[in-house]
């Protein structure tokens, strides 16, 4: 372990490893890793502590996971039997490399969902032509936004938009900042964000993930930004505060889904 130890004193300050600590301590992926639709291998010694329990855990909760045990104990982590551990790699993607012809093709990504609250009304009180002029600057704000946090256009239609993100942190802070601009138009939003694996179908997201971030976003309020429980664990050490909203039924997604609110 002299070498790990090494590499741990050189790699940061010991203020910025505190942080780190603090941050995996915070982190929970549990809530992806049933989402997961990518082949995935995981690698442990036969002689690592437990038994590698952990890892068989880890790979029973992700579908199709396979686990490889190579030679050695924990005490040669990360360094040990480099060789044996390339080997493996190699035979995995390449094995993987040969059936993806034949699946779907899917990917971890954050979907987010807005929409104008009260916009039927809004557009009966103001009027035709005032209501387009709303609608073009508040494409034009949510463009602009998608753009600054790197998220990608997939759908819009009338008032509501659909995107998507590599990351969830990016996701709201996109949301919060249309948030907070579009109310320079007399308007508020509401959004929905959620990670999971989506399949890729005629170059757009689709697949339960969507759905489910789609049904978060019509449970928010004027100026929300509701998250589901799996964005809310991935972002942990990023900055943001959750008001837990519990449990709650989405339309046509089995089992309840835990909501959270973004405190801005």
């Known amino acids: 372990m002299a070498e790990v130890a090494r590499l741990d004193r050189h790699f940061m300050a010991p203020s910025m490893a505190a942080d780190w600590m603090n941050v995996e301590s915070q982190t929970d992926v549990t809530a992806v890793l049933p989402l997961l639709r990518c082949p995935t291998l995981l ?3 036969e002689q690592s502590s437990g038994g590698a329990e952990e890892s068989r855990h880890v790979q029973s909760m992700i579908a199709g996971a396979e686990l490889m ?7 040669q982590l990360p ?5 044996e551990i390339s080997a493996a790699v190699c035979r995995f993607v390449l ?8 699946g779907p093709n899917t990917v971890l990504g954050t979907v987010l969902f807005t929409d104008i609250v009260g916009s039927t009304q809004r ?16 494409h034009a704000v949510v463009r602009e936004a998608l753009e600054r946090w790197q998220g990608v256009e997939n759908d819009t239609a009338g008032d509501g938009f659909y995107a998507t993100f590599d990351g969830p942190a990016r996701a709201i802070r996109c949301a919060l900042d249309i948030v907070n601009r579009v109310r ?36 928010a309020g004027p100026s929300d930004v509701l998250v ?8 942990a050490g990023s900055g943001f505060s959750f008001h837990d909203m519990g449990e709650h039924e989405l ?12 405190l801005a």
């Not at 360094?79 to 060789?83: L, P, S, T, Y």
């Not at 999971?196 to 789609?214: N, P």
């Not at 089992?255 to 973004?262: A, E, I, L, N, T």
Request: charged residues 30%; glycine residues 12%; hydrophobic residues 40%.
């Open 123 to 138: 557009q009966a009180a103001a009027g035709d032509r005032a209501w387009t002029d709303v609608l073009r600057r508040h």
């Open 69 to 75: 045990l190579v030679s050695g104990g924990a005490d």
């Open 228 to 235: 589901s429980r799996t964005v809310k664990d991935l972002t």
């Open 184 to 219: 320079d138009i007399g308007i508020e939003i509401r959004a929905g964000i959620h990670t999971g694996e989506c399949e890729i179908v005629d170059g757009k997201h689709a697949g339960l993930a969507v759905t489910i971030g789609s049904r978060i976003a019509a449970m």
């Open 95 to 102: 094995r993987e490399r040969e059936r993806s012809a034949e």
């Open 251 to 262: 339309t046509g997604v089995p089992d309840p889904w835990h909501v959270h609110r973004v």
């Open 79 to 83: 360094f040990g039997h480099r060789a």
């Open 43 to 45: 690698l442990d010694y």
